[in-house]
């Protein structure tokens, strides 16, 4: 008696490939070690000067030794430069709080749902007794992508081609998976990307 076959749809097969490959990575083995924090007393001026010495995108606030949230260079752009306030104020004032963290054992198709469930693109570390102790960010997961991809399109035996089709695949704009791309202008653009060109 032969098995009895089931075909999934091209697109669904892929994702859960994939997906099954995102959740082997851990957070621990691409985050950024270390983190750079401040105060949360400490002026804007000082956290966005400590962001250019050390070329980071990113401060932790800290009060009593506890992270309660995060500064960035988008927050300073967005809460400061446009709006006119002065650079003098505290960090606090304009932190993205609470601090949303993951931690280290967690798997990368984690780190991906919360930063999309939140809208955030850095995420600080934890490790197993909630201890910050790194950051991972959507460049470091773009970076794993290329490799994951790979291993995909070699285990499905599929081109490139086939696999970013209309509806499923990487964004041309943030590079990121996306299940649900439109095309615009030729280039296939995730409902993120395409609400920031919009708005």
Known sequence: MEEEKVYLPRGKREMSILERKLEEI????????GLIVVDSNESIENAAKLMKEN?????????????VG??????IVRRVVSVGLSTKQ????????PLRTIKEDSSINKAI?????????KLPVTD?????????????ILHTLPGVVDILLEFSNIS???LTTEGIGICDK??????????????????????????
Not at 90 to 97: F, G, Q
Not at 113 to 121: E, G, P, W
């Open 26 to 33: 851990k957070v621990g083995e691409i985050m950024h070690k």
């Open 55 to 67: 070329k980071i995108g990113s401060v932790i606030v800290m009060e009593k030794g506890k992270g």
């Open 70 to 75: 995060i500064v960035t260079e988008r927050d």
């Open 90 to 97: 505290k960090v606090k004032k304009i932190m993205s709080t």
């Open 113 to 121: 749902s919360v930063m999309r469930k939140y809208k955030i693109k």
């Open 128 to 140: 197993k007794k909630g201890r910050l102790i790194g950051i991972i960010t959507e460049t470091e």
């Open 160 to 162: 490139k081609s086939q």
């Open 174 to 199: 943030c590079g990121l998976y996306s299940e649900s791309l439109t095309s615009v202008g030729g280039q296939l653009i995730c409902e993120e990307c395409l609400a920031e060109e919009e708005g």
